[in-house]
């Protein structure tokens, strides 16, 4: 193992694989903070500069890339409400809050420091437990996978305690939306109304980018001219969190480490899903859950430690076993197939250069994106002093990019424009944004998931009663669904026990 950790060093280290590691941390930090960029797109144009690298360097290169893209999706989160990336969906709950305060450096702080945690515990995960993980994740089958997903789905009750109902009535919102395309097992359309333009459903990143930006825009055109983040401030920058902060949170980046790399190792799971995991746990647990939401460093602290712990995660089954941990994971096995390498159980054997150099690129870039992300959040910083005349529709604009990005179509622009309409609608009728994109974005997951744990018990069961029975008897898949049940009921008969012990004393 030593020896495969100096090997590892000394290929990121050398002189020019460092620079092009540098390269790749900024190239990395700046796309995920785009809108509509995603870890998966940053990954994909980071791979023309890898053409004429050996494979062991591309890997290291593609990696590093990979990380800085999911923290710097946090930064727009936090100063803008636009998560650059689907991960960084949770962190806008508390983030943004935060810097409508005037705390943005310290969010931010908070923000790299957790992500770099959750980055350098997982690549030191991945070194050590690749072999024993990776078994581990390949006996959750469809039914274990589908009580994950749905444990994301838990968080909605929580999001709003004062508004319970109208919480759950928009993440149901987002399930039907979620249902719309092509029938995920039979390829047939549904809820597409004959249009040929729905048949690949809602596109995630124009509809949060609609959600979000645009949503914020046409609230903050009713108010003041600068945005509340920095009011009259004229200095705003990154602040590193005291050791007090950090210590204070320190059990939930040990835990939504923990969690992270566990739920990144899962086929198919990825940091989207470890983000409103870890957030929706660390909620539950928290001594103070009303102040979820509000702007507490714990809601920054766990979306961003749980997010990117998952990027080490999605790399083992790929080391292992050749099978890609997430979309990310994917493009980079493609990538590497075209350079002729076999990935599978015996490129750790043959090539073990490969598992020591992803864990120093993975490490050192972790290091490197704390600094690299300090100088260009104080250029995306110093854009809050813009009157909000100019900066309001510059955001616009960069949003229409990003959602034409994504497929290069025009009808993402438009569903970006109706999906930014429909997030005003829902601040005004005081429904919540956050759980119909929930539901949007787990929805298709759960219903997969769910629908091929059917379809492989279905031969040995002759009802849909015994399936599900089936689908329960299995001891993970039970033991998180009673947990999602509780952490389901408890906000609503919370009010309920205090109101009788109350009305005891």
């Known amino acids: 193992m030593f020896d495969l950790l100096m090997n590892g060093l000394a290929i990121v280290f ?70 650059g990336v689907p991960s960084s969906a949770p962190t806008t709950y508390d983030g943004y809050p935060m ?31 690749s072999p024993q993980l990776t078994q581990a994740a390949l006996s959750f089958g469809p039914s274990e996978l589908f009580a994950i997903s749905f444990m994301g789905l838990s968080i909605l009750t929580s999001l709003e305690t004062d508004n319970i109902c109208r919480t759950i009535i928009s993440g149901l919102i987002g399930l039907l939306l979620a249902c719309i395309g092509l029938d995920p097992l039979l390829g047939v359309p549904r809820l597409t109304f004959g249009t040929r333009f729905l048949t690949s459903g809602f596109e995630m990143i124009p509809v949060m980018i609609g959600f979000f930006a645009v949503t914020e825009v046409l609230k903050q055109t009713q108010k003041r001219d600068k945005l509340d983040a920095v009011g009259d401030n004229t200095k705003v920058t990154t602040k590193m969190p005291s050791l007090k902060e950090l210590i204070s949170v320190k059990w939930t980046i040990l835990r939504c480490s923990v ?184 929805g298709v997951i759960v219903e997969g998931n769910l629908r091929r744990a059917y379809t492989i018990l279905s031969g040995a069961s002759t009802t849909l009663w015994e399936s599900t029975l089936s689908i329960l008897r299995r001891p993970v898949t039970s033991i998180i669904l009673l947990f999602c049940l509780m952490v389901l009921v408890y906000p609503v008969l919370k009010p309920l026990l205090f109101k009788k012990r109350n009305a005891a004393n």
């Open 14 to 83: 050398a002189p020019k694989m460092f620079i092009l590691i540098i390269f790749a941390v900024f190239l990395g930090t700046i796309f995920g903070a785009l809108p509509g960029v995603s870890a998966t797109m940053a990954v994909t144009l980071g791979i023309p500069f890898t053409y004429k690298m050996d494979p062991v360097s591309a890997i290291a290169f593609l990696v590093a890339t990979y990380c800085a893209s999911i923290t710097g999706g946090g930064m727009t989160a936090i100063l803008f409400k636009i998560p």
């Open 99 to 129: 810097a409508q305060r005037g705390e943005a450096g310290k969010a931010l702080g908070i923000q790299l420091i957790c992500s770099a945690i959750g980055g350098m515990f997982s690549a030191l995960c991945m070194l050590l437990l």
């Open 259 to 442: 969690v992270g790399t566990i739920i990144g190792i899962l086929p198919g799971a990825g940091a989207t899903i470890a983000a409103f995991m870890c957030y929706s746990m660390e909620q539950k647990m928290s001594k103070y859950p009303e102040k979820f939401g509000t702007g507490c460093i714990d809601g920054i602290a766990a979306p961003e430690t749980g997010n990117n712990a998952a990027t080490g995660g999605s790399m083992v089954p790929l080391l292992s076993l050749g099978i890609p941990g997430g979309n990310a994971a994917a493009v980079m096995m493609s990538a590497l197939v075209l350079k002729g390498v076999v990935m599978g159980p015996l490129l750790l054997i043959n090539q073990p250069a490969f598992l020591g150099a992803t864990f120093a690129s993975m490490f050192v870039s972790n290091i490197i994106m704390v600094f690299a992300a300090i100088i260009i959040a104080k250029i995306f910083v110093q854009i809050l002093k813009i009157p909000y005349s100019i900066l309001g529709p510059t955001i616009i604009m960069m949003a229409t990019i990003g959602a034409f990005a994504t497929k290069n179509n025009g009808i993402d622009v438009i569903l970006m424009a109706f999906a930014g309409l429909a997030g005003f609608v829902f601040v005004t009728c005081k429904l919540n944004s956050s759980a119909m994109i929930l539901g949007l974005v787990l």
